[in-house]
């Protein structure tokens, strides 16, 4: 279930949220999500922890590259249930690092928009989200990174977006 943390008590339960978070990312094996209206755009699940487990003081990197991984799992058994038939499906992880919490999986279903998140270039390369929190990212995934560091934030903010080309 997705939360927030409202105080700073300590964590208790960080095995048992990671293996739900599992289940979670296995639901997805063998599902197709195509789109029901024309004019939908995109279909999505974010991350379903509570917000101390990926961000925060209490976050731990192991932790954090775990949940992504999930994201990562969860969007390769959609993309093998494809039904590339049906028009436009292009699946990618939405990742904000370090608030991982605002993550997400993404079912696209037009092109532009998706072209709109993934951007022209990757301008953070040569530097990988992925080698950095040794994700195994599906082969046929492309990486992208923007900084989206705004003059208030205390520390640099980054947007990943791993997923299908386009």
Same mark, same amino acid.
Do not use: K, M
């Given at each position: 279930m997705r939360q927030i943390a409202l105080s700073d008590r300590k964590l208790r339960g960080i095995p048992r949220r990671l293996r739900a978070l599992e289940r979670w990312a296995a639901k997805f094996d063998g599902q197709f999500y195509p789109h029901v209206h024309k004019s939908e755009r995109y279909a999505h699940w974010k991350i379903p922890v509570i917000s101390s487990l990926v961000q925060g003081p209490q976050a731990q990197i192991e932790v954090q590259a775990f949940?992504?991984?999930?994201?990562? @799992?969860?969007? @390769?058994?959609? $993309?093998?249930?494809? !039904? +590339?038939?049906? /028009? *436009? *499906?292009?699946?990618?992880?939405?990742?904000?690092? =370090?608030?991982?919490? %605002? $993550?997400?999986?993404?079912?696209?279903? !037009?092109?532009? *928009?998706?072209? $709109?998140? #993934? /951007?022209?270039?990757?301008? #953070?390369? =040569? #530097? +990988?989200?992925? !080698? +950095?929190?040794?994700?195994?990212? =599906?082969?046929?995934?492309?990486?992208? /990174?923007?900084?989206?560091? %705004?003059? !208030?934030d205390e520390v640099d903010v980054h947007w990943w977006c791993i997923g299908e080309p386009a």
């Open positions: 949940c992504i991984q999930q994201l990562l @799992e969860a969007a @390769e058994h959609l $993309s093998r249930a494809a !039904d +590339r038939s049906q /028009g *436009y *499906y292009r699946i990618a992880c939405l990742l904000v690092w =370090p608030w991982v919490h %605002q $993550s997400e999986v993404t079912v696209f279903y !037009d092109r532009d *928009y998706y072209l $709109s998140f #993934l /951007g022209q270039h990757n301008s #953070l390369a =040569p #530097l +990988r989200l992925s !080698d +950095r929190l040794a994700l195994d990212v =599906p082969e046929y995934f492309i990486e992208h /990174g923007h900084d989206v560091t %705004q003059s !208030d």
